[in-house]
């Protein structure tokens, strides 16, 4: 941290400038392939079941959508070999569900090393952000801290993490919000570990519903929860050469599954905030099914409603905010995205 004097004739002037390092990883920073991520440390991740949103209002380029199902996430490893000390991570997020997990950081082989930081866990509930670093297993908690977290609907909110090794605290940011909590000791992170954004590997926490874009790790702390030019360096002038797609292939039995659809809810319904892209006067889940594998026909789910005999089509997967029927309803949606994401 350098500190900048200005000495005048009767006065002087100090002014205190903080400058950050590049971060080691920013994502996603491909325009054909979201999980070929990484500016400068090369690293082919994992995704699925991600579809293009609207995004941030200072980029130029779309955001990315989370559908809040187990396997829809992105994950990259950091494969650093060196030891880090003070470390944050920030990401800009827009919840669309009531609850979910925006980060997970996760060590590889966690039979070696000690003293470290193995997982940190970013989640959200009811307009509380949570954040909790454990050690060598689940249940070895080092740090757990909650702030109230104000999102608001399509506005992009920043949240950062931040340790400081010398001074053994973590610190979570969501927009001007702050809160910390200090480490009985000075605690590596474990390494090399994987990020997952959107999920929990391992644990029962809810996946994210919603929007994501501009995750930026960086070897040094933060003293404000955010880092000059932030969103500059997510911007596509600052993409590298386009890497191709990442190597990782597709499952194939999401293949195999096209054209078929699983029942998901008996006695349910999307709510009324969601729009049918059409309806049909049946109950016969095949026609409807047939209806709904037209050609450019955007149907993944829809629903039959046995009582009124009508069968309405949607262009979104609305599992996650089903409400309650009062008719006999039952709620189908694509096996692909049933199973694949």
Sequence with gaps: MPLHCVYGFLISECRTIWAYSDPFYIWPLSPSHSTVEIAGHPSVGTASCI?????????????????????SFAEFTLDTTASIEDFS???????????????HYEKQNLATGTNEMRNIILSYENMTSHLIATGNNASDILISISLVTNFQPD???????????????LAMY???????EDTDEHILL????????????????????????CLQFYDAKTNNGDFDDALIRCTSASWPPDMGPPSVSSYPSCNAMRGYFQLTS????????????????????????????????????????????????????????????????????????????
Excluded: Q
Excluded at 90 to 100: A, D, K, R, Y
Excluded at 190 to 213: A, E, M, Q
Excluded at 293 to 305: E, G, H, Q, R, W
């Design 51 to 71: 579809s293009s949103a609207i995004g941030h209002p200072a980029l130029d380029y779309n955001g990315l959508e989370l559908r809040g199902s187990t396997n």
């Design 174 to 180: 969501a927009g001007d919000a702050k809160t910390t």
């Design 266 to 341: 008996r006695g349910r319904t999307p709510p009324p905030s969601t729009v049918p892209i059409a309806s049909l006067n049946t109950t016969s889940k095949v026609k409807c099914a047939d209806w709904c594998l037209l050609p450019n026909n955007a149907c993944v789910s829809f629903v039959i409603d046995k009582v009124h005999k009508v069968c309405s089509l949607y262009d979104v997967d609305d599992t996650a905010h089903l409400i309650i029927s009062g008719s006999g309803t039952d709620y189908y949606v694509s096996s692909t995205l049933v199973n694949c994401c």
């Design 89 to 103: 991570i920030m990401l800009f997020v827009v919840p669309e569900g009531f609850s979910g997990t925006l980060f």
């Design 155 to 169: 506005g992009w909110m920043p949240i950062t993490i931040s340790y400081d090794f010398s001074g053994r605290g």
């Design 190 to 213: 474990g390494l090399p570990g994987k990020i997952r954004i959107g999920g929990v590997s391992k644990f029962g926490y809810d996946s994210y519903l919603g929007r994501v874009t």
